[in-house]
């Protein structure tokens, strides 16, 4: 009885935030994003590399929407994409022939190695999916995955949220680096 | 007897979803963490601060400066009346010097009454009504004649844990703290240690 029982739910949602919380959520996201997708699409566009992931997305709802969050914290977001990455594009190499498995395996192995270096940050998920799934560009950069675009993107993120994320008196970034 | 009190819930019970909610509201951004977790947060921490002062506090951090005294030789009429006056059962003896000699009780009383076999209070009054006072045999008697000794004593920087422990295993209700020297500098009673510690089992 005690399993279903957990499936009620014990507490309540935690208060929604101000406005003008959405506010500075909303500008830190668009420049994040911005900056991130303009090297992509205006500096790469010629060039073999890319710089846009889709998991950047949900990097910039932690990043600029919850900056509190542990998750959200530089080592979480550096670290979580990086070895993420390198999961994922192991993962791709190791069994391209079985691509159900390999998107398995990238996934939940990244969360563990996530876990047992406590960088767990939940982008880190699609960006060791993104590695399997692909497109032919992300499969031709190999290993390099982990740095062009997961260690730049992640890094220009970083910087935008440190610029924005203490502009408003009610916020500050990051709670801890390390 | 100490009454069997229910324990009084302490203040990281009286904290309700509500306060927290409240709380949240109070700090601007989004919390990453639900009600439910911060209050089993919260708890965890309260018992761990109170675990932490259990083993740090020491006996001159919470006991009592101004001692009823008495000396091994006042009279134990007199003792008697100072415990009455104080409504208190047990007082250190000390010396001249300030030394702890020993410690009177009531049981110190009643161990010694009439035949010298009582026990109990009601004991002494089923004594008294059969014929003559069971005290009147104290009359010309001093403290140290009766009183328990060498005395148990903790030093000043003795942790409540061990003392605790200590009052726990000797059966004993009240107990000397001194300096080094051997001075009475105040004392320390079961009460004190559960006024302090409330949630506890103590001693």
Redesign the interface.
Known sequence: MNYFNKMRGATTSPPGVSLSEVFWSWIGAFFGIGAVAFVNYNLLSESDLIMLIGSFGASAVLLYGAPKSPLAQPRNLLGGHVISALIGVACYQMLASHLWLAAALAVATAIGMMHLTKTLHPPGGATALIAVMGSPKIYALGYLYAIFPAAVGACIMLVIALLINNIPQTRKYPEFWW | MTPTNTPKPSPAELLS?EDI?EA??KI??????????F?ELYLLAYQHAENRLYNSLRAADIMTRRVISALPTTLLAEAAALMAAHHITGLPVVREDGTVAGILSEQDFFRNMGDGHHASCMALIADSLKGGCSALSFRSKTVEEIMAKPAITVLETALLSEISTLMREKKINRIPVTDDGQRLVGILTRSDLMHAFPERDTP
């Open positions: 979803d909610y949240m509201k601007p951004g989004y919390l990453d963490i639900s009600p439910g977790d209050k």
